[in-house]
């Protein structure tokens, strides 16, 4: 089996309950998935932000980056 990681959170396949492949090898496990869908219904809901904890505030500030990054 080969080594495939989540290309945001590093999770290995077997860590995971779904790893989607995309283009060039990048990869994005359901995990992430979900807490993109997450941040977009933030931003689109007008509600403030809750508070985020710390563990979460670091894959959110790093997904934010990842997100700006991204060509459009």
């Known amino acids: 089996m080969h080594n495939i990681r989540c290309s945001f959170c ?15 090898h990048i990869f994005i496990c359901d995990e992430c998935v979900a807490l993109c869908r997450e941040i977009i219904d933030e931003e689109f809901s007008g509600m403030p932000r809750p508070e985020p904890t ?3 505030s670091s894959w959110l ?5 990842m997100a700006i990054a991204l060509p459009r």
Do not use: E, F, M, S
Request: proline share 9%.
């Open 54 to 56: 710390p563990r979460r």
């Open 10 to 24: 590093g999770k290995r396949q077997d860590q995971v309950k779904k790893l989607i492949g995309g283009p060039a």
């Open 61 to 65: 500030d790093r997904l934010r980056r």
